[in-house]
């Protein structure tokens, strides 16, 4: 029997390895789509609108079919999902897209990507957890990253604008994976995502109607570094394979993997922004800001270390658990 079990979680990680990296690299090409919109007219609240609309309705049916009648646990965490939505989906989606506006799309998503540390500070004042010496050391380490990433130390004018933006991000970040690590909700994970998705379609939209969040598109082509394409070639490409897409192969790797290896692979995603920002903008970091993005990296592993050992992989909590990114923008 264990020699069976042993072999189904060998094929799990033989299988899940590439999904979580296939996901990864699915969600890091959002920004570059994002910015090319941008340049060409919209907002960014049109295009993450858009990009949340068309994930929401791709979504849609696998999500009612995942509760299965479950609809007392849909009610019942109500709120949970509405905040989800809002804050852990709309908002961070947006504040990245408001980032990659002004300044680079893989600096911006590894602002983002110092979550984990938000995350590690707020369970620390707010419940009292004091942080490993290790997540100690690793926030340090991605900390003094992140100042020779922004350029401080050469004197270079700093973006203030879209660091406040892609720190707001973070703060997303860091909300989505609170609200994705409850695993007393009874919500299957790709309920919880569609829900949630679905509730920050609509309040994009009504935020957009009453003026509050300014929309704006245009239906002229859209150029990029390797030409130019129809306005709804990015429109499909970050809706479908950068947010739904890359939802379903995040859920499913992290069933296969578990959350612990699930969220290292899913790192990845700053080398698929950095990868996309190249091949469609033409953006690369220089040397200085390329080994303080490889600084924050290794100080977010170093943190991740840290953490206590999660629960098994099989385990609800395993389940529910974040995956890096999905969230992210």
Do not use: H
Not at 39 to 62: E, K, M, Q, Y
Not at 156 to 183: C, D, H, K, Q
Not at 265 to 277: D, I, P, T
């Amino acid at each position: 029997m264990s020699t069976i079990t042993d072999d189904r979680r060998v094929a799990g990680v033989r299988l899940g390895l590439p999904l979580a990296i296939a996901a990864a690299f699915s969600f890091g090409m959002s920004g570059a789509w994002a910015r090319g919109l941008i340049d060409a007219g919209w907002s960014p609240g049109a295009a993450v609108t858009v990009r949340v609309w068309v994930a929401a309705l791709v979504l849609l049916i696998p999500a009612i079919m995942s509760l299965r009648g479950r609809w007392g646990a849909l009610r019942k965490n109500a709120g949970m999902v509405a905040a989800y939505g809002l804050l852990a989906v709309a908002a961070t989606q947006l504040c990245y897209f408001q980032a990659v506006a002004v300044m680079d799309v893989g600096i911006a998503l590894l602002i983002e990507y110092t979550a984990p540390i938000a995350v590690i500070l707020w369970l620390w004042l707010r419940r009292g957890e004091r942080p490993s010496r290790r997540s100690v050391i690793g926030a340090v380490i991605a900390f003094v990253g992140l100042v020779l990433m922004l350029d401080i130390v050469t004197g270079a004018e700093v973006n203030v604008p879209g660091i406040l933006w892609a720190l707001a991000a973070m703060v997303g970040a860091a909300t989505y994976f609170l609200l994705s690590a409850r695993a007393d909700t009874g919500l299957p994970p790709i309920a919880l995502a569609g829900g949630g998705l679905l509730l920050g379609a609509v309040g994009l939209t009504v935020a957009g109607v009453v003026g509050i969040l300014p929309l704006a598109w245009t239906t002229d082509d859209i150029t990029y570094r390797f030409g130019t394409v129809p306005w709804f070639v990015p429109v499909l490409a970050i809706g479908l394979i950068a947010t739904a897409l890359a939802y379903l192969l995040g859920i499913a790797s992290t069933r296969m993997l578990g959350s612990r290896l699930a969220s290292f692979v899913a790192l990845s995603e700053v080398v698929a922004a950095l990868l996309f920002g190249w091949l469609l903008l033409g953006q690369l970091p220089d040397l200085l800001q390329a080994f303080g993005g490889a600084l924050v990296l290794v100080g977010v592993v170093i943190v991740k270390l840290g953490e206590p050992a999660p629960a098994g992989a099989d385990s609800p909590a395993a389940q529910l658990a974040p995956v890096a990114g999905i969230r992210e923008e």
